[in-house]
């Protein structure tokens, strides 16, 4: 799960798909970063943690870490935030077999239509509407993963 900061969206979109993998009973490595290096070390963003845990999920054990190339061969799929993450993450991947891993989160529910999650950084109000693009999303990929491996 890759965004700008790795405080706010993408610490979100990490605790929401492992905590459906596990529900599920799926053994996956599950992480996030973020583009950008200027939260390193940092917990996620109160608000993320409050609007996380208002939906029974913990993300305070999570730092933020930076996205780096290694990435794209330790993990089988990338998933963005937004056009801008996409564009960032996939400056990172110079063939087509890493290329193929990453996709916006949201291709997903609305495939095509290059939709981005907002960044609710600067939006106090945002972070409920993020966790819930993020659950929609997340609980899409889970499903369509298990029926196509049934
Ligand atoms: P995120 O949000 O990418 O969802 O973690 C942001 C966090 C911090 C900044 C921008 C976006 N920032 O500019 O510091």
């Given at each position: 799960?890759?965004?700008?900061?790795?405080i706010?969206?993408?610490?979100?979109?990490?605790?929401?798909?492992?905590?459906?993998?596990?529900?599920?009973?799926?053994?996956?490595?599950?992480?996030?970063?973020?583009?950008?290096?200027?939260?390193?070390?940092?917990?996620?963003?109160?608000?993320s943690?409050?609007?996380?845990?208002?939906?029974?999920?913990?993300?305070?054990?999570?730092?933020?870490?930076?996205?780096?190339?290694?990435?794209?061969?330790?993990?089988?799929?990338?998933?963005?935030?937004?056009?801008?993450?996409?564009?960032?993450?996939?400056?990172?991947?110079?063939?087509?077999?890493?290329?193929?891993?990453?996709?916006?989160?949201?291709?997903?529910?609305?495939?095509?239509?290059?939709?981005?999650?907002?960044?609710?950084?600067?939006?106090?109000?945002?972070?409920?509407?993020?966790?819930?693009?993020?659950?929609?999303?997340?609980?899409?990929?889970?499903?369509?993963?298990?029926?196509?491996?049934?």
């Amino acid at each position: 799960m890759v965004c700008l900061g790795n405080i706010c969206r993408s610490p979100l979109a990490e605790g929401i798909m492992r905590h459906k993998a596990i529900r599920h009973g799926l053994n996956w490595i599950v992480d996030s970063a973020g583009t950008g290096f200027w939260h390193v070390g940092e917990l996620p963003d109160q608000r993320s943690i409050a609007t996380a845990r208002q939906h029974g999920i913990d993300i305070t054990g999570q730092r933020a870490r930076q996205f780096e190339a290694a990435d794209l061969e330790r993990f089988d799929r990338i998933f963005v935030m937004d056009t801008q993450n996409l564009r960032d993450v996939l400056r990172h991947a110079d063939d087509g077999e890493r290329r193929e891993k990453v996709s916006l989160i949201l291709d997903h529910l609305f495939p095509g239509q290059q939709r981005s999650v907002p960044d609710p950084y600067y939006d106090d109000d945002g972070f409920e509407e993020v966790f819930r693009m993020l659950d929609d999303a997340c609980e899409s990929f889970i499903r369509d993963h298990l029926e196509a491996s049934t």
